[in-house]
């Protein structure tokens, strides 16, 4: 075995970048993970399911049924006025 050498190794830049600039970028860039998709997707459906049911709520709410009632018949009187 040889003794260490005491020379210095210059090595030349080969890019403008920084590390920390180019690990930011790779970080920004890196493709999600399926875990991370699932978790997404299942928080969407959560959702949806939340806003189903607040829809329901809605459509059973009474002042929400006397509106609609009164929509349908103010409709219906605009069709039988073009007739």
Request: hydrophobic content about 35%; some cysteine; glycine content about 2%.
């Amino acid at each position: 075995m040889s003794a260490p050498s005491s020379q210095k190794v210059v090595l030349k830049s080969t890019t403008k970048v920084s590390l920390n600039q180019r690990f930011t970028n790779m970080l920004k860039n890196k493709q999600p993970t399926v875990s991370n998709i699932r978790a997404t997707m299942q928080q969407q459906h959560m959702a949806s399911a939340r806003n189903r049911r607040l829809a329901q709520q809605m459509e059973n709410r009474p002042s929400v049924q006397a509106a609609l009632q009164h929509k349908q018949v103010r409709e219906g009187m605009a069709c039988t006025k073009m007739t």
